[in-house]
């Protein structure tokens, strides 16, 4: 038997383990947790470890997530590997993504909520806590703290980050020259000289935070007369649109758009394909964000949801996810596997004066009843 | 005597059965729930709270605009649709070899085969930049924009809801009597004095079936102002579907769609009312 240790030694050791220090073999090892388990696993066999990958997975993944937003080739050896196919369904917004949850008997097994969406989940009882042990693959230690805070409510884990990212807009420099660097910019250019070429999301959060910013307020702002200034734009705005549409990828590669507002990935891959598409992050700010894995509550593949979590996770799957889809990974240990030209690339890593100016979104912003009616009367008009 | 009747009674409630049951519990069911909601609140972060209030109805002027829009562009779209389905379904009835109408029938209803989603996006191309425009360019007809407004929506219409307007027009015409016809040309009218007042109003029975199909579906329709409109063209439809999707107000989506359906009701009615006063007076003229 191993000496026993003290709750002091055991908490220092517990606190080495989560910071990374130490692995997960040492910290069992030293406080016995290990060996214990091993004989607890004996006599009840549910204790026993799973292995990630494990033989006997069965049934299909339900995964929801957003558009182009992940490698087939890695949900191609998922399958290969475990014998368990993806389903992917393909969403347009957080707030359907609460609606379906909300209605019930969604069948998914995974999701990808946005960061200011977990704490809802939680409060309404549609998220699953996560069983870390489950997720070998996944080392807080190696996290950007700024990314995971929001994934873990009063110490419990409910979702692990997937990716982050921000919200400015792409230009088309073929017919854009004028080189904006603003969200004013962006507004007055649309109304002017780009009457009907720009695009903005069909989503409230963004748009009306980006037409906030318009006027130097915050992109969070609940205020009613911040609100009011902002819809006033939007309603001046509107006639000037192309469309409102948060699909703006084939609207700018075809020509019929030379503006829209934009998430960091698309930029890459419209850049990607065409050199003069160009993403522009606001100097006055805008969002942040960080997408995150989650398990609805009632999953009917748990089993498979973790074993797919914890392989999207490993280190070179994830690389080839990043490479896909262009939304810079959390994880350091995957950076070390991606690309030098993609860690050198503006549009995933924007200088940091224009990062710090950038905000989180909140869970009152989304939720806020006022910026529905406004998003409403501003596409009705 | 009273056993037949008795065994005839059970046959029909057997046979009836099935639709009843069927009916009750996808239509008469949901239809009770959305009316319950419609009084409710909506809870703090979203979704559905009981209550008894008639705030949804009091705020329904907050949807007035995506009314409006659907008040207009759904029946303009119908009439367009009528205007264009009507020589096609009157050659089709009258002017074709009788050995081509069969297939030319089946080549209207063509379109059906493949996806209305597909048939969106391909019109999106179409009357994109690089589409018509393009062309129109050509000829010296700059930069017209046509995708993502109102007119785009109107062409999509009448596209897409062609093919449900042809039949019942096709069929009207094609049992009117012929007889009728050569009577008129004997007393001396002219063939266009024939088709206005006889043809036409023995037609008009199917031009208000086809119609009918056709205005109710754009009445609810969100996926045509959505793609054709480029989210700009905000039908009750769309409104609706933010309100259950989006911002995810219940109550307030249920009191907006059971104003749909009355809306609807009210509309047919009195379409149907109009339709059938015109047609009974010409054919007393007639007579």
């Known amino acids: ?343 050198e690339n503006p549009i995933l890593y924007p200088a940091q004066d224009l990062l710090s100016n950038l905000e989180f979104g909140a869970a009152a912003t989304l939720t806020n009843p006022l910026r529905a009616e406004i998003m409403a009367r501003f596409k009705a008009a | 005597m009273n056993t037949t009747q008795q065994r005839s009674g059970l046959v029909t409630t057997a046979l009836l059965a099935p639709a009843g049951v069927f009916f009750f519990f996808l239509l008469i069911l949901p239809l009770i729930v959305i009316i319950v909601y419609s009084f409710g609140e909506r809870a703090p972060a979203g979704g559905y709270s009981p209550a008894f209030t008639f705030d949804n109805y009091l705020n329904l002027p907050a949807r007035g605009k995506a009314i409006l829009n659907t008040l207009t562009l759904a029946p303009l779209a119908t009439l367009l649709t009528a205007v264009a389905a009507y020589p096609i379904a009157y050659f089709l009835a009258v002017k074709v070899d009788p050995r081509w109408r069969l297939a030319l029938l089946v080549l209207v209803m063509a379109p059906f085969w493949t996806s209305q989603l597909l048939r969106y996006y391909a019109w999106i191309l179409i009357l994109g930049s690089k589409g018509i425009p393009s062309w129109l360019a050509l000829i010296g007809i700059p930069d017209l924009r046509i995708i993502n407004t109102p007119y785009a929506v109107l062409i999509g219409a009448v596209y897409g809801f062609l093919p449900l307007m042809v039949p019942p027009i096709y069929v009207s015409l094609e049992k009117l009597d012929k007889r009728l016809l050569e009577a008129s040309a004997d007393l001396g009218a002219t063939p266009w004095r024939s088709f206005m007042q006889v043809t036409l109003p023995m037609s008009l029975p199917g031009v208000a079936t086809g119609s009918m199909l056709v205005f109710i579906l754009l009445m609810g329709d969100y996926i045509l102002p959505q793609f054709l409109g480029g989210g700009k063209v905000f039908f009750i439809g769309n409104a609706l579907v933010d309100l259950f999707l989006q911002s995810r107000n219940w109550p307030f989506g249920a009191a907006l769609s059971l104003s749909l359906c009355a809306i609807m009701f009210v509309a047919i009615f009195l379409y149907m009312r109009f339709v059938l006063r015109q047609s009974n007076l010409r054919q007393e003229a007639v007579v």
């Open chain 1, 1 to 343: 038997m191993t000496d026993t240790i003290s709750t002091k030694t055991f908490l220092e050791e517990l606190r080495r383990y989560q910071k990374g220090s130490v692995s997960r073999r040492h910290f069992l090892g030293v406080t016995g947790l290990g060996l214990a388990t091993a004989v607890m696993a004996g006599a009840v066999p549910g204790l026993k470890p799973r292995r990630a990958l494990a033989q006997n997975l069965s049934g299909t993944l339900n995964f929801t997530t957003w558009p182009n937003y992940f490698a087939q080739a890695n949900f191609d050896e998922f399958t290969k590997k475990t014998g368990v196919p993806i389903n992917v369904a393909v969403f347009g917004s957080n707030e359907e993504m609460l609606a379906k949850l909300q209605a019930g008997g969604t069948g998914w097994d995974v999701f990808v909520p946005t960061n200011y969406t977990i704490s809802t989940y939680k409060d309404l009882g549609l998220i699953e806590p996560l069983d870390l042990k489950r997720l070998p693959n996944y080392d807080l230690s190696t996290q950007d703290p700024r990314f995971v805070s929001e994934g873990t409510i009063d110490g419990v884990v409910y979702a692990v980050p997937k990716d982050w990212g921000t919200t400015g807009y792409v230009i088309n420099t073929k017919n854009v020259k004028s080189n904006p660097t603003t969200w004013k910019e962006f507004w007055d250019l649309t109304k002017g000289e780009l009457t009907g070429r720009t695009m903005v999301h069909d989503y409230q959060l963004t748009t009306i935070g980006n037409a906030l910013k318009y006027f130097g307020y915050s992109f969070n702002s609940n205020d009613e007369k911040e609100l009011a200034d902002a819809e006033k734009l939007l309603l001046e705005v509107k006639p000037h649109l192309f469309a409102i549409n948060s699909d703006y990828q084939p609207s700018m590669r075809n020509g019929d758009a030379w503006m829209s507002v934009c998430w960091t990935g698309d930029a890459v891959q419209l850049n990607r394909d065409i050199p003069e598409m160009q993403y522009v992050l606001g100097r006055e700010g805008g969002e942040i964000w960080t997408d995150y894995y989650a398990i609805p509550k009632g999953a009917q593949n748990p089993d498979a949801a973790y074993a797919f979590i914890d392989y999207i996770l490993t280190p070179e799957v994830n690389a080839r996810e990043v490479e896909a889809h262009g939304y810079p990974s959390t994880d350091s240990r995957t950076n070390a596997l991606v690309p030098k030209a993609m860690l």
